[in-house]
């Protein structure tokens, strides 16, 4: 029987999960639950107590493993005040809208995307406003607390110990420089920056876990935790184990609830080059460099297109049927305008919604497919993606999606790993970057139907649909 060695904690938008590793990289078992909608005085809160009392009894079935590490990943636009050695309030959920006197009144402080490569972002993906409406709501302990990143959470919850990460507070926070890997201007002139708890590196380890969480979990507390880091981080440090593409420009395509597009490029990033009204962003990668970045709900949006009646669009056995009705979809220009995410991705102010929406469960399946690839095309433009693409995560199992992103980007090679668990691997290459992923990539294959003039088609539905 293989011995785990390590546990990776992930803590993402829709799903918990927690898996352990053998020393050699292999999952030896893993743990989900579905965070809950949590809804406090009228406003949404992120599910920590509810995560922690899953977190502690499903550490506990590892227990009689010799753990040495253990590393929180978790969702970006996410803060947590602690203090007095607890977390004063319940943090807030990115999907909670700011009153709108508040909102305008903080976009009239943002630091510019010149500086942060953070755009102006609904509700509280930016959580910059999080902690200007928290301010507001809680001043006292606001004034009293230590800020950290959601990831970082999840270090405190399993060591005590309080750190700040640059691949966190580089998630279109508004609050952090890329260009000079410091604070923003805004962080520093209101006090932010120094409520905010030390800054670590993602390898780094912060401390042991709690003797409490020992007791409870069985778990030994010489087990070292990490400071962790932002899950789209961890996706991209994945992507790096690959030695077809370790030395060549490429860009990552992480899909799941959100799909982020992370360009790799030796070059200087120019953030005035990308569009910032179109959801472009500039990530930070566990090493402190600039990543250009694109993105959309592409997860949330092809849950809306398929109805919750309906399988997914990834399930292995429907995937032949789900190509075959693709030419059927062409054919009757049954097609999906952009957005059902109103204020994300490249097409933020489009009324998106079906045109000649199929009757045939099949194809409304291949058509929601087809919508993400053009989708996530675009966005790939926008950040100059070119070469090399990875497409990483639940989605890479849909093929008419990734088979269409081929048929799309003739001139780029596109690839899936045979590998999964891509967030939970890359954490796990923080204590060994020499690991890498079991099995290589596979080149994929575009459809046989050609897409250039349903994507005019599309494009040109959208001009007359603005």
């Known amino acids: 029987m293989e011995r785990g060695f390590a546990i990776v ?62 590393v ?16 004063a309030f319940a943090p807030l959920d990115y999907e909670q809208d700011l009153p709108a006197e508040l909102g305008a009144a903080y976009r009239a402080i943002r630091s510019p ?41 999840w270090a405190w919850f399993l060591s005590g110990e309080a750190r700040c990460e640059a691949t966190s507070m580089g998630c279109h926070s508004d609050l952090w420089a890329p260009a000079t890997g410091t604070f923003s201007s805004l962080a520093t002139q ?7 708890a030390p800054i670590a590196a993602a390898s780094e380890v912060i401390g042991s876990l709690r003797p409490e969480l020992a007791a409870k979990t069985g778990l030994p507390q010489s087990a070292k935790v990490l400071a962790g880091l932002h899950d789209s981080n961890a996706a991209l440090h994945a992507a790096r184990g690959f030695t077809e593409i370790e030395d060549q420009e490429v860009t990552i395509l992480s899909t799941g609830t959100w799909f982020i597009a992370m360009r790799l490029t030796p070059d200087a990033v120019d ?55 693709v030419p059927e979809v062409i054919a009757q220009q049954a097609m999906v305008l952009p957005t059902l995410a109103p204020g994300n991705g490249p097409f933020p102010n489009g009324s998106g919604g079906w045109i000649n929406r199929p009757d045939d469960w099949f194809a409304r399946r291949a058509g929601a497919c087809l919508y993400a690839a053009l989708v996530a095309d675009a966005s790939l433009d926008l950040i100059g993606s070119s070469n090399c693409l990875l497409v990483e995560g639940r989605f890479a199992e849909a093929q008419v999606f990734i088979r269409a992103l081929a048929s799309l980007r003739p001139d780029t090679s ?14 796990l290459r923080l204590i060994d970057p020499a690991m890498r992923p079991k099995g290589g990539l596979t080149r994929v294959e575009p459809l046989s139907r050609e897409l250039a003039a349903y994507r005019q088609a599309w494009t040109q539905a959208q001009m007359a649909n603005p």
């Open 190 to 196: 209101v006090g932010w920056a120094q409520r905010f």
């Open 414 to 427: 596109v690839f899936v790993a045979n590998a999964h668990n891509d967030v939970s691997f890359g954490a």
């Open 72 to 87: 929180p990943v978790a969702h970006g636009a996410g803060v947590a005040p602690l203090l007095d050695g607890a977390l």
């Open 9 to 70: 904690v992930d803590i993402g938008k829709t799903l918990a999960k927690v898996s352990l590793w053998s020393r050699e990289g292999t999952m030896l078992a893993r743990e989900t639950r579905p965070n809950e909608v949590i809804i406090e005085n009228g406003v949404r809160r992120l599910d920590a107590a509810g995560i922690e009392s899953w977190l502690t009894t499903a550490l506990a079935s590892f227990a009689g493993h010799p753990i040495e590490f253990i």
């Open 113 to 153: 995307f010149s500086e942060t490569g953070s755009p102006e972002l609904p509700a509280g993906l930016n959580f910059g406003a999080q902690l200007f409406w928290l301010e507001r709501m809680y001043p006292d302990p606001m004034a009293r607390s230590t800020f950290v990143p959601w990831a970082q959470y």
């Open 271 to 325: 953030l005035a080059s990308l569009p910032e009204a179109r959801d472009c962003l500039v990530n930070v990668d566990v090493f402190g460099n600039p990543v250009p970045s694109a993105r959309f709900m592409g997860g949330r949006e092809i849950e809306t297109l398929i109805e919750i009646d309906t399988r997914q669009v990834d399930i292995k056995p429907d995937q032949p049927r789900l190509l075959d009705a």
